[in-house]
């Protein structure tokens, strides 16, 4: 039962993390941040996610790249 | 988002991951046994079709702002996943998808697997290889599919761009016999990518309660944005392995 958790809970991990978990908690992260901005500090944070974003793929390639050619 | 833009997106995801379900099913059919083939692929596209029946009305029970919030931070995690595969290819970091390879290495494991039937299967190893792959692929186009066409308020629409893939691809493999190969496969995966990144920081955003400069027309920015960045850093990257590859041949 166990074994059949853990290999069901690896091919979730894999489906929608996939190889670098950090985009996922990044964007976690910046929903997050927006949520707050928008509703706690009443700032209409449009800009945050995009950037997040760019700056999430940049560094999952950098990680994924250095030292390697 | 228009009615075009829906089906195109879902189309071009849908033809990637049909195009590599149909290299296993190849590999299945043609070295062991087609029957046994046909019979996994058939309950594949059974679950897939529970999952749909299951999940595509029970979405929308969800508060629009709070399905976008999720499904949004999700798309958007998927695009990225797509996206960093894409420019890592396209930089020559990592091989190219070649559906030639994956069709021998997976005919050369075929070949080799014991035979024997299970279950009232003829051939077990054949049927489990397609139903796995059918079933893998295919939860990857159903999760597109459904959470773009309910995003839209129009799921049909999404099916529609989905089977006609699957249609084409199945179409085009039936007639050949063979991987195909020639598909272009990561320019499709970086246009996907692209689009899934884009409409999940859209919906992602919009769901935590943020309002668009220009609404929906913010995505005419947000896409190219995405697309120019992307290419930015597949340059990059592809310029500094060069770099340090013709560095790496200057030290010997």
Sequence with gaps: ?69 | MNALALVLTVFVACVVEAVEALTIVLAAGLTREWRSTFQGMAVALLVLAAVVAAVGPALTLFPLGALRLVVGGLLAVFGLQWLRKAVLRASGYQNLHDEAGIYARQVAAAQAAATGGRNGVRDWYAFTLSFKGVLLEGLEVVFIAITFGDNQGNLGLAAVGAAAAVLVVAGVGVSARAPLARVPENIMKFAVGVMLTSFGTFWGAEGAGVRWPGNDAALLVIVPVIVAVSLGYTVVLRRSRVAALGAAERAL
Excluded: E, K, Q
């Excluded at chain 1, 894999?14 to 950090?22: Q, V």
């Design chain 1, 1 to 69: 039962m166990s074994r059949w958790l853990r290999s069901v809970g690896a091919f979730w991990y894999d489906f929608i993390i996939g190889d670098d978990w950090r985009g996922a908690a990044v964007v976690l992260a910046a929903l997050a941040g927006t949520a707050v901005a928008v509703h706690a500090a009443g700032v209409n944070a449009w800009w945050l996610m995009p950037v997040c974003v760019i700056a999430a793929l940049g560094w999952s390639l950098r990680r994924a790249t250095r030292g390697r050619s």
